[in-house]
């Protein structure tokens, strides 16, 4: 009797380990599909007669958005089926410090050089452009794994993403339609010297602080500081996209959708990852 429960129990788990592994090959067959037409539609809204077009400027801008979107969940998925990266970041992770800050350095290395390379290509060269914003992009959903393994441990991956979306559309409609009367002045710059001077006092922090309480709720309110930082740059973005789309004109201005959709994502990746932390730090309150 109690071979035959094993057996069974042994069974449903194998049967599982199936649909399981079955659910993320048809999730990551839907996200390609979506993927490829994504990408038709861009190649059909963005270019006119071969070149680049600024007709449907804020649309062609959110089809990139959209398509970095799937390409990071894309990166999650062949990682949740594969464990592509798992193996990598475990390594990482085991390591000692000196590993991972040569890592981390490394990393950052990267990813600035791939945006500063970004900024210079010229738009009309349309491969090289979009490779690198193909490489920025699938470099960030790597380095957002670990961020989706603490919000899965904690619950709060779903909760967080849909905030993301929410916010990103409040407060673009607010920065599109309204950015003029609010973002008066370039405060993108100062915003961006607060978020150093966050960062700058976070390390600090580590070094200061020993009580674990109070560490947990200097986290807590640096992190909410940097999210109304990324949401206020959001804002800003969305005014500029505006104006932007009001200057393309074909034949006088090359669009650079790359570059516009990369300020505003890179944005939205940050407000997603500072939820998780705060929804999570909530949780343990």
Not at 116 to 124: C, E, R
Not at 191 to 218: D, K
Request: a positive charge; proline letters at 2%; one cysteine or more.
């Amino acid at each position: 009797m109690k071979s035959n429960t094993k057996r069974n129990s042994n069974s449903n788990k194998q049967l599982n380990n199936i649909i399981s592994s079955n659910n993320a090959l048809l999730k990551l067959f839907c996200t390609l599909i979506i993927i490829v037409v994504i990408c038709i539609l861009i190649g059909n809204y963005a270019f006119k007669n071969g070149s680049l077009t600024c007709d449907h400027y804020v649309l062609n801008t959110y089809l990139y958005i959209i398509l970095a979107i799937l390409l990071v969940f894309m990166v999650v998925l062949i990682n949740d089926k594969y464990g592509i990266f798992n193996s990598f970041l475990l390594w990482m992770s085991q390591g000692s410090m000196i590993r991972i800050i040569i890592i981390c350095i490394i990393l950052l290395i990267l990813l600035l050089g791939l945006s500063y390379a970004l900024l210079k290509v010229n738009p009309n060269n349309i491969a090289a452009s979009n490779t690198i914003w193909t490489l920025l992009i699938l470099i960030l959903g790597i380095s957002l794994i670990p961020t989706i393994w603490f919000g899965r441990l904690e619950n709060v991956v779903g909760i967080a993403g849909i905030s993301t979306i929410l916010i990103t559309i409040g407060v673009g409609l607010l920065g599109y339609y309204y950015g003029d009367e609010i973002v008066t002045f370039d405060w993108d710059k100062y915003l961006n010297y607060a978020l150093m001077a966050l960062i700058g006092i976070i390390f600090i922090g580590m070094f200061i602080i020993e009580n674990p309480e109070t560490m947990f709720n200097f986290i807590f309110i640096i992190s909410i500081l940097i999210l109304i930082i990324f949401i206020l740059l959001l804002l800003s973005n969305h005014k500029k996209l505006k104006e932007n789309s009001e200057k393309c004109i074909d034949g006088k201005t090359v669009p650079n959708y790359p570059v516009e959709s990369f300020n505003i994502f890179i944005k939205m990746l940050n407000i997603f990852q500072e939820l998780i932390r705060i929804f999570a730090m909530l949780k343990k309150k």
